[in-house]
């Protein structure tokens, strides 16, 4: 969400290429449904902005294309401060994905690159 946020283009491309590429295989005859999950969102107002822009290339590609597929867009809920906004970011997304380990990493301040360390201590001051 924050690179697609400073560069929107990005957010544009990766969204084009789902699209295009559930349109050519229902074309095919496959039962298709693409799930375009928005990374890193913290706040509904970083989910509304990525939504839009993948709402808008999706309308762009479906005018050129003549041809429409149903999609869903939501989120993974993987940042400490997007669990605590998950009820607003519900009303807009149409999926939640949990995060196994950015979520709890990020609560924890664990490292990923050290996954056998011991986390069940609490460090108090």
């Given at each position: 969400?924050?690179?697609?946020?400073?560069?929107?283009?990005?957010?544009?491309?990766?969204?084009r290429?789902i699209?295009?590429?559930?349109?050519?295989?229902a074309?095919?005859g496959?039962?298709?449904l693409?799930e375009?999950?928005?990374?890193?969102?913290?706040?509904?107002?970083e989910?509304?902005n990525?939504?839009?822009?993948?709402?808008a290339?999706?309308?762009?590609?479906?005018?050129?294309k003549?041809r429409?597929?149903?999609?869903?867009?939501?989120?993974m809920?993987?940042?400490?401060?997007a669990?605590l906004?998950?009820?607003d970011?519900?009303a807009?997304?149409?999926f939640?994905?949990?995060?196994?380990?950015?979520?709890?990493?990020?609560?924890?301040?664990?490292r990923?690159?050290?996954?056998?360390a011991?986390?069940?201590?609490t460090v108090?001051?």
């Amino acid at each position: 969400c924050r690179l697609g946020y400073s560069h929107p283009e990005i957010t544009a491309m990766q969204a084009r290429a789902i699209i295009e590429a559930a349109l050519e295989v229902a074309a095919e005859g496959v039962d298709v449904l693409p799930e375009i999950m928005v990374p890193l969102v913290g706040h509904l107002d970083e989910f509304e902005n990525q939504r839009a822009i993948v709402d808008a290339t999706a309308r762009e590609v479906f005018d050129e294309k003549d041809r429409e597929v149903d999609y869903l867009v939501g989120t993974m809920i993987e940042l400490p401060r997007a669990c605590l906004t998950a009820g607003d970011i519900a009303a807009r997304a149409e999926f939640f994905s949990g995060g196994r380990h950015r979520g709890p990493s990020g609560v924890l301040l664990v490292r990923h690159q050290r996954p056998h360390a011991d986390h069940s201590r609490t460090v108090t001051r």
